[in-house]
């Protein structure tokens, strides 16, 4: 009589601690299976993804130190312009506190010298305390002028003088004696030599028209 198969189901039965083997019907002892009773497997990172991480993080502190040397190459060229502006003037300017100054050898209207110092991207000068004022009369007489355009009209109203360069009011000033006067719709403000008080080089108001030597300053 054939016998009908049967089958077999085994389930791993729960181990008790120290019971390494089991039996099978024939007495052959047997290495008991280890059962995984937990509802997930323990998750095991693959190397190569802590590669790739590892790799982010170098790109990304690379980029850093890339953008903050550039950033500090920046500023420090920026440093050195401003640095080379204070110490250093093109050709025929002159060097002063910062400053540099030109001279109009020429004479001119006070406009058309104003004209040219625009062209060399200033304006007239502006004499903002004393020991400006003092320099500049210094030098004046070491070139050998005795009447100056400087930077200050009273063109927009009479009596308020303000400086070309920045439309700010005239503060500091260093008129000669009885001046301004406005003698003749005189408007514009030069540095001269009045010979009749033998004082050098105050300031005047002069008319605009009136053809003198010039001082840019940038």
């Known amino acids: 009589m054939a016998s009908q198969g049967i089958e077999l189901q085994y389930e791993c039965p729960d181990m008790t601690h120290g019971d390494e083997h089991r039996y099978d019907i024939c007495g052959v002892a047997i290495e008991k299976k280890k059962c995984d009773n937990s509802p997930h497997s323990k998750k095991v990172e693959l190397p190569w993804k802590l590669w790739i991480k590892i790799i982010l993080v170098v790109v990304m502190v690379s980029i850093m130190s890339l953008c903050i040397s550039i950033a500090v190459t920046v500023l420090m ?20 506190n910062g400053h540099c100054y030109f001279f109009g050898s020429s004479n001119t209207s006070w406009q058309a010298a104003e004209n040219h110092c625009k062209r060399l991207r200033s304006h007239l000068v502006k004499i903002n305390d004393v020991g400006e004022n003092l320099w500049l009369k210094t030098l004046m007489k070491e070139l050998g002028s005795s009447d100056m355009w400087i930077g200050a009209n009273d063109c927009g109203t ?3 003088y303000k400086w070309v360069s920045d439309g700010s009011n005239v503060t500091y000033t260093d008129w000669d004696r009885l001046q301004p006067d406005d003698l003749n719709n005189e408007d514009c403000i030069e540095l001269w030599d009045n010979y009749k008080t033998l004082k050098i080089s105050h300031w ?5 028209s009136s053809k003198f030597h010039y001082m840019c300053e940038k």
């Open 77 to 96: 060229n920026t440093r050195n312009d401003e640095v080379a502006k204070i110490w250093s003037c093109e050709n025929e300017w002159i060097l002063n």
């Open 158 to 160: 009479e009596g308020q």
């Open 204 to 208: 005047n108001d002069n008319r605009c």
